[in-house]
């Protein structure tokens, strides 16, 4: 089926070092893999952070990236240094590229960043 | 940032009564989803409209839940009889449906809780 798992969390790091969050997923439905990676900070709705809709390709927002990589069909979430305002709780998403199917999502990475 | 609007924010009801929540999409986004997430952080899609039209729906929404997307009206869920099982987080997203732009923006969500 269609699905993705993500590092399960909670994960502490401090603040300037590097980040990463792995997110693989299964498409087995979907001809053309559109990935995502929302973030919802605390108290706050689940907001959209990067999105990549064309395997190979990059996409980068707020100093992290993400690369769509489809021969492992992983879409890592990377950041050189964190930051104390980075802590929030991020999923990845596996949408299709017809825009009325929903979206299949990680369970969340929880981040806290330690200054 | 998403203007999603969801209310109410919170809902508070005893098993066996009618829970009701609303959503209005972003102006111009044509396609509007509901999502459940529990408290394990799970994602459950429960339906979604074109408009006014349903385009796909699960089975646990045609037999408890009600929805509909009105034109010139927000959109509702309705939980017709309320079971401790459906307290979760109620997500509304709406999507621009655009070629390239099939992201979903989500609104804050309204978190029922069943006694």
């Known amino acids: 089926g269609d699905s993705v798992t993500q590092t399960e969390g909670p994960v502490t790091v401090s603040e300037s070092e590097s980040l990463i969050i792995n997110c693989t997923y299964s498409a087995t439905s979907i001809a053309y893999p559109n990935l995502f990676w929302y973030v919802r900070y605390p108290g706050e709705g689940l907001q959209l952070l990067l999105k990549?809709?064309?395997?190979?390709q990059k996409g980068s927002s707020r100093g992290f990236e993400a690369t769509y990589n489809k021969e492992t069909t992983s879409f890592h979430l990377q950041k050189a240094s964190v930051q104390e305002s980075d802590s929030a709780v991020y999923y990845c998403?596996?949408?299709?590229?017809?825009?009325?199917?929903?979206?299949?999502f990680g369970k969340g990475t929880s981040l806290t960043v330690i200054p | 940032n998403s203007k999603v609007i969801q209310t109410p924010r919170y809902l508070v009801k005893g098993q066996g009564q009618k829970a009701k929540m609303r959503c209005i999409p972003e102006k111009g986004h044509p396609v509007v989803f509901w999502y459940q997430q529990n408290k394990n952080n799970e994602f459950k899609f429960l339906i979604n409209?074109?408009?006014?039209?349903?385009?796909?729906q699960i089975d646990m929404t045609e037999k408890r839940f009600s929805a509909e997307c009105p034109s010139n009206s927000p959109c509702s869920l309705e939980i017709q009889s309320s079971e401790a099982g459906d307290s979760a987080l109620y997500l509304c997203?709406?999507?621009?449906?655009?070629?390239?732009?099939?992201?979903?923006?989500f609104g804050p969500g309204t978190r029922l809780t069943v006694l």
């Open positions: 990549v809709i064309t395997a190979g």
């Open positions: 409209f074109q408009n006014q039209e349903v385009l796909q």
């Open positions: 998403a596996l949408g299709s590229d017809t825009g009325y199917q929903n979206f299949y």
């Open positions: 997203a709406s999507s621009p449906w655009d070629w390239g732009a099939w992201e979903q923006y």
